[in-house]
């Protein structure tokens, strides 16, 4: 469970390098949309859970890169990380009614 919203990207390293594709799916609400790969959107568990099924196919190994401080405003949270590629990963989390975190919308390959 992500207590802060940040903890979302270390959760994803953690589940990625494990293959494990419920524990990715599991870091976004029923609905969220997902815009990966590059050109596509995927809404919902169970398209964002193909899209990882694909990636995870490929046995990537994932590196954190560099978590910026969250911006968060109320139940909303901006989550940005600068990868070791220099392209950025934007999400925005909402906080959940058990008071954790999950992501509502995920662009995961921004190049600034």
Same mark, same amino acid.
């Given at each position: 469970?992500?207590?802060?919203?940040?903890?979302?990207?270390?959760?994803?390293?953690?589940?990625?390098?494990?293959?494990?594709?419920?524990? =990715? +799916?599991?870091?976004?609400?029923?609905?969220? $949309?997902?815009?990966?790969?590059? /050109?596509? #959107?995927?809404?919902?568990? !169970?398209?964002?859970?193909?899209?990882?099924?694909?990636?995870?196919?490929?046995?990537?190994?994932?590196?954190?890169?560099?978590?910026?401080?969250? =911006? +968060?405003?109320?139940?909303?949270?901006?989550? $940005?990380?600068?990868?070791?590629? /220099?392209? #950025?990963?934007?999400?925005? !989390?909402?906080?959940?009614?058990?008071?954790?975190?999950?992501?509502?919308?995920?662009?995961?390959?921004?190049?600034?």
């Amino acid at each position: 469970m992500a207590t802060e919203p940040n903890d979302l990207g270390k959760y994803f390293i953690e589940h990625g390098n494990a293959g494990d594709v419920e524990g =990715l +799916v599991a870091l976004y609400e029923p609905d969220a $949309v997902l815009a990966f790969p590059p /050109g596509s #959107l995927a809404t919902g568990h !169970a398209e964002i859970r193909k899209v990882y099924e694909q990636f995870m196919a490929a046995a990537p190994v994932l590196e954190p890169g560099r978590q910026h401080p969250a =911006l +968060v405003s109320g139940d909303l949270a901006l989550t $940005v990380v600068t990868l070791t590629t /220099g392209e #950025l990963t934007v999400e925005i !989390a909402r906080r959940q009614p058990d008071g954790s975190w999950l992501w509502v919308l995920d662009q995961p390959m921004l190049v600034p």
